[in-house]
C-alpha cells in the first residue's frame, strides 16, 4: 500500500474552465466558479486509485458538505479513508484562476480549516511501503508540523519517502525559512520530484539536493517532458506528450501518482532498488507519466486518468 499524506480541499474553479459552458458573470468583472475536488496529495491519492495502486489518505477532512463530497471523492476512485481524521473544522477552498496558455494560480482560504489541524498517528499500516508528502500541508501550522513528524518517522523506519513541494509562495510567509525547512527533510526523502519553477525558487540543484538524501530527482518542464537525476550521476529525459491544455490543474499530482506506480509496479519503492533502476526502467516509468499528465490537462480540472485510458 502507499500512502498519501496531506490536504484536501476544494478548488474553485471558472465554469468557463470547468466543462460547464460559459461561466455568467455574479457581478462586475466577476466570473461564476464550481467547486471541484482538490488539493495536490489528494489528487494524488485519487490518480493511485484510478490506476488501481492500492492507497490509503491520511488526512483531517471536514465533516461539511464539501468534506462529505471529499471523502466521496476518494471512496470512488478506490482510496483507503479509514485512517482519514474528521472535524466540524471548515474546508480550505482554493480560487483558481486560469491562463491563456491553461496555466493555474490560486488564491487560498486556509484560516481554521479542518486540514490544518491533522495529527501524527501513533504508526503507518504495516502494509505501508512508501508515504508522499507535499504542497499546503507542509506550510500551515500546525499540521505542518505533525505531517513533518510522521515524514522522518516513516524514513527511520526504512519506509520510501516520496516529497513534491508544489511551492504555493502566497502560503509561504518567510521564504528562507522555508527553504531552510525544506533541506532539513531532504535526508528524510527517498524520491523528489518538483517542478521546474518549484526548483528556481527554492534554489540549488538536482545534483546538490541528492547528496542531501533522496535517491533520485524529478524535474518536470511542462509540455517539454520530464527529467530524472540519480545519485550515482545518472540522467535520462523524456519529452512531454502533446495534446490540446484544457488546464494544468493536478497534472504535477498526476505525475507524483504516476511515478510511485510506476516504481511499485518494478518493486523499487526502497532505496536499494531505486538505485539499481537503470536506463530502461526510468525512461519507461518517465514515460508513463508524461502520458498520465497529458490526459490530466486535456480535461478541465484535476481529473486523472484511470488504468484502462493508458493500457
Keep these: 500500500m502507499i500512502v498519501v499524506a496531506g490536504e484536501a480541499l476544494i478548488d474553485l474553479v471558472p465554469q468557463d474552465f470547468a466543462g460547464e459552458g460559459v461561466g455568467t458573470s455574479t457581478g462586475p468583472g466577476l466570473p461564476a466558479l464550481a467547486p471541484r475536488l482538490g488539493g495536490g496529495p489528494y489528487n494524488t491519492a485519487v490518480a493511485l486509485g484510478r490506476l488501481r495502486t492500492p492507497v490509503a489518505f491520511f488526512s483531517r477532512v471536514s465533516t461539511d458538505t464539501f468534506g462529505d463530497a471529499l471523502i466521496d471523492g476518494l471512496r470512488t476512485a478506490g482510496v483507503d479513508v479509514s485512517y482519514v481524521q474528521r472535524g466540524a473544522e471548515p474546508t480550505t477552498l482554493a480560487v483558481a484562476s486560469i491562463g491563456t496558455d491553461g496555466s493555474a494560480g490560486y488564491s487560498f482560504y486556509v484560516e481554521g480549516t479542518a486540514d490544518r489541524l491533522f495529527t501524527a498517528p501513533e504508526r503507518l499500516p504495516d502494509d505501508a511501503r512508501a508515504v508522499s508528502f507535499g504542497t499546503c500541508s507542509l506550510v500551515l501550522e500546525p499540521g505542518a508540523s505533525a505531517y513533518e513528524e510522521l515524514m522522518r518517522r516513516a524514513a527511520a523506519q526504512g519506509v520510501f519517502t516520496a516529497l513534491d513541494p508544489n511551492i504555493r509562495a502566497g502560503l509561504i510567509p518567510d521564504a528562507d525559512a522555508y527553504r531552510a525547512r525544506f533541506?532539513?527533510?531532504?535526508?528524510?526523502?527517498?524520491?523528489?520530484k518538483l517542478s521546474e519553477d518549484d526548483a528556481s525558487w527554492l534554489g540549488g540543484t538536482p545534483r546538490e539536493?541528492?547528496?542531501?538524501?533522496?535517491?533520485?530527482?524529478?524535474?518536470?518542464?511542462g509540455g517539454q517532458g520530464l527529467t530524472v537525476f540519480t545519485r550515482d550521476g545518472g540522467e535520462w529525459s523524456v519529452p512531454g506528450e502533446q495534446v490540446d491544455v484544457v488546464d494544468t490543474i493536478g497534472a504535477g499530482d498526476t505525475v507524483n501518482a504516476a511515478l510511485l506506480h510506476g516504481l511499485c509496479t518494478r518493486d523499487a519503492l526502497s532505496a536499494e532498488s531505486l538505485a539499481g533502476l537503470g536506463a530502461d526502467a526510468w525512461s519507461q516509468t518517465l514515460h508513463f507519466a508524461a502520458r498520465a499528465a497529458a490526459v490530466t490537462v486535456s480535461r478541465a480540472g484535476a481529473e486523472p486518468p484511470y488504468a484502462t485510458e493508458l493500457s
Excluded at 533541506?183 to 523528489?192: A, E, G, I, R, Y
Excluded at 539536493?209 to 518542464?221: D, K, M, Q
Aim: aromatic share 8%; charged share 10%; net charge positive.
Design 209 to 221: 539536493w541528492l547528496a542531501s538524501g533522496p535517491g533520485a530527482v524529478v524535474i518536470t518542464r
Design 183 to 192: 533541506k532539513s527533510w531532504l535526508p528524510s526523502v527517498s524520491l523528489l
